[in-house]
């Protein structure tokens, strides 16, 4: 699933293949259940005319702030992606939308599990709900997370995927971080000692840092048709393999349904 350096990196695609200034002429919906608000014949209606301003990023969403004060809204689902290209190009497999712009060009939005969405909005909280800060800004700080920590006595694996208490992290990166701070993944939250929750702050930061890092090269590198998704991580996500530390044995276990690889020598209960 894209987490938040997926998103962003959609997002400086978005901004350096020039969409802002673009207006939208026609939209042609693959999809009719990815449309979520408004109604799907009032999208198809509403948006052509509108022009994009800039492209904004919350969390997991995408979000283009419109001339007409509206957004419109994007989430990528488990395995969605989104090109720019002209329209004369053939569209690339698993196109479910495409909305045309007025120099020639669409944006695709190639979604292969049609478990991305769609909304055009008056007010952003209408398709994003309430999220905690992000963990790029400087107001991400070991003091507002060790807050968000404090009383909660669920693992702190899970406690990092809840997006009310951090923005954008996903399965893949919490994993990540983690590993990078030594930290099990069933430790209770509220149990992390102040160097801990200090540490973990800053190999979030590290790993999402390192991963827009190798994102940006991407986009050099491939344009202008860049990779969705990189394997930017160090974690090992194979139960068996060897710890990059310690070279003993990482283990997969499930927290609340979720997959999680760690190594349980260098990441003690």
């Known amino acids: 699933m894209p987490e938040l350096p997926e998103v962003e990196n959609t997002r400086r695609y978005l901004m350096e293949v020039g969409l802002p200034g673009k207006t939208f002429t026609l939209v042609n919906i693959g999809w009719a259940n990815s449309v979520k608000h408004p109604a799907l014949e009032d999208f198809v209606l509403g948006l052509p005319g509108r022009i994009v301003e800039t492209v904004n990023r919350q969390g997991k969403y995408l979000l283009l702030p419109l001339n007409t004060g509206e957004t419109l809204a994007l989430h990528l689902g488990m395995t969605g992606g989104i090109r720019v290209q002209p329209k004369s190009q053939p569209a690339p497999s698993m196109t479910r939308h495409s909305l045309e712009l007025n120099d020639g060009t669409e944006l695709r939005f190639i979604d292969p599990r049609k478990f991305g969405h769609l909304w055009l909005v008056d007010d952003v909280q209408k398709a994003v709900p309430a999220m905690g800060p992000e963990p790029l800004d400087a107001a991400f700080s070991p003091d507002v997370l ?4 404090a009383g909660r006595s669920a693992p702190i694996k899970a406690l990092l995927l ?13 994993d990540e971080a983690l590993y990078l701070a030594q930290i099990h993944p069933e430790r209770i939250g509220s149990s992390l000692t102040p160097d801990e929750v200090t540490r973990l702050r800053d190999c979030i930061v590290h790993a999402l840092t390192v991963a827009l890092a190798q994102y940006d090269q991407s986009r050099r590198e491939a344009w202008p048709d860049p990779p969705f998704g990189l394997a930017t991580w160090t974690v090992p996500r194979k139960a068996g393999e060897p710890c990059l530390r310690c070279a003993k044995p990482m283990e997969l276990i499930r927290i609340r349904a979720r997959s999680t690889y760690f190594c349980p020598h ?3 209960v």
Do not use: P, V
């Open 162 to 174: 809840e997006q009310s208490i951090i923005a954008g992290l996903g399965n893949l990166y919490a």
């Open 146 to 149: 060790a807050s968000a920590l």
């Open 266 to 268: 260098c990441q003690t």
